[in-house]
């Protein structure tokens, strides 16, 4: 089965500009009801955490959604995974400094 990340908000959607809302929309999509990838609520709470940040007013309703089907552990972990994404993309999108 194939795993699809994306780690570098740059990089993505196909390569061009930054990572649109409804693309992580639909990464949270693939891992809430397991289409090509097992389904993993974790994940799927992470990525409508990062399309709701993006303005994705649907993704706000199913992240709560799932939220009701999770423990306050995977709840936590889905928030750190959500957060070092963003720490890994705003390290890996960040200009060098001139020394």
Request: some cysteine; aromatic content about 6%; overall charge negative.
């Amino acid at each position: 089965m194939a795993r699809f990340e994306i780690l570098n908000a740059d990089m993505a959607p196909l390569g061009e500009g930054c990572v649109a809302g409804d693309m992580l929309f639909e990464l949270g999509m693939m891992y809430s009801v397991g289409c090509d990838v097992p389904v993993d609520l974790v994940s799927a709470h992470k990525w409508f955490n990062l399309a709701a940040m993006k303005g994705n007013v649907e993704a706000i309703r199913l992240r709560r959604e799932i939220a009701d089907q999770m423990s306050d552990g995977e709840i936590a972990a889905a928030q750190r995974a959500a957060r070092d994404w963003l720490r890994g993309s705003t390290e890996t999108s960040a200009p060098a400094m001139a020394a």
